[in-house]
């Protein structure tokens, strides 16, 4: 029943992320994101398998890589920034609200956040099932964006690295990518999820519970 109550966060989140960062790319005259059909919030145009089961494990994974040119834009510089950073700002913006909507659906403090991730309530009540959605979707979201922090391909802080790099540095990157593919996924196995990002996104969802706590 958890993975079931996953389910709607798991599509929508990448969605979201690639979207914003389509919308980002196209406002400051990227015609790719559109002419390849990404400028849209349909989930499955920016639906990747392996990402998402990624998500559905770990709560956080990704979403089928964008192609973007730079070459649109009038600030390079600054035109990658805010095509790569703001969706992840994005979907940590969506968390933090979506917590405070937990809070205020809430009426026996974030004790109920917990539960809402850890188990599944068999009820029919509606606000009990807005909780345990919105509960999932606020970790997911920002798990997400703590996720593509990491510089490794296909995360948003991969693209950022490459971008402001020299074209040695660039390149070693590049040569690296699968071996440093293959240790970000030793380092999930042997707990990195468990002990670094998801304690993390914890403690950002305590501190929007206390905005309105």
């Given amino acids: 029943m ?3 109550y996953m ?9 979201i992320h690639e979207f914003v960062k389509a919308l980002c790319s196209t406002l400051q005259g990227d015609l790719v994101p559109k002419n390849t059909g990404r ?4 989930p499955f145009k920016h639906f990747e398998p392996i990402g998402f089961l990624f998500i559905m494990v770990f709560r956080f994974g990704w ?5 973007t040119s730079a070459l649109y834009y009038r600030d390079r510089q600054r035109g990658v920034l805010v095509t790569y950073l703001v969706p992840v700002l994005v979907n940590l913006l969506l968390g933090i609200g979506s917590v405070i ?3 205020m659906l809430a009426d026996d403090g974030i004790h109920t ?3 809402a991730i850890s188990w599944s309530l068999l009820e029919t009540n509606l606000r009990i099932l807005g909780i345990i959605l919105l509960s999932h979707f606020a970790l997911i979201n920002i798990s997400f964006a703590i996720f593509n922090l990491i510089p490794v391909y296909p995360l948003a802080a991969n693209k950022l690295l490459l971008h402001f790099s020299r074209p040695d ?5 590049n040569h690296y990518e699968k071996n440093l593919q293959f240790l970000l996924m030793v380092g999930l196995i042997l707990g990195l999820a468990e002990w670094v ?3 993390l996104a914890l403690r950002i969802v305590a501190f929007a519970w206390g905005i309105v706590a």
């Avoid at 389910?7 to 969605?15: D, E, F, K, R, T």
């Avoid at 979403?63 to 192609?67: M, T, V």
């Avoid at 540095?169 to 990157?173: F, K, P, Q, V």
């Fill in 2 to 4: 958890r993975l079931i």
């Fill in 197 to 199: 990002i998801t304690p």
């Fill in 7 to 15: 389910l709607p966060a798991a599509i929508l989140v990448p969605a």
């Fill in 63 to 67: 979403g089928r890589p964008l192609e």
């Fill in 39 to 42: 400028l849209t919030l349909n």
């Fill in 169 to 173: 540095t660039i390149a070693r990157l």
């Fill in 101 to 103: 909507l937990v809070s």
């Fill in 113 to 115: 956040f917990s539960i």
